[in-house]
Each structure stands twice: as C-alpha cells, then as structure tokens.
C-alpha cells in the first residue's frame, strides 16, 4: 500500500506541475487534460482514503 500511496502524490503532483505549465504556455486544452487527471487522482486517493491535505487548495484554473 506504500507503494500506491506514494506513486499516488507523486502522479498528483508531476499533474499539478503539469497544469501550471500548460496555464503558463496558454494550452488551454492540456490544461483541461491535466485537470481532469487531477480530478481522477483525487477521487482515486478519497476511494481509499489516502490524505492529501497536503496539496492545499487545488486551483485548476487560472
């Protein structure tokens, strides 16, 4: 399970990376694509209950 959790943040975060550089470059559909990967991650992570307060306010727009 550490394993999952681990990979887990570490998709989440290399997604939020992902999402500002895409906000950044003005693509505005890879940012709609790393959005909902975020959203998927999320939801991944509240299926089984893996905390990830750590993150703060996800802002996926800009």
Known sequence: ???F???LHLRIHDSITALRRA???GDDDLATAQAG????LVEIAARHGI???GYGSLTLTA
């Open 23 to 25: 906000h950044a470059i």
């Open 1 to 3: 399970m550490r394993e």
């Open 51 to 53: 905390d990830i307060a």
């Open 37 to 40: 990967e975020i959203e998927d």
């Open 5 to 7: 959790v681990l990979t």
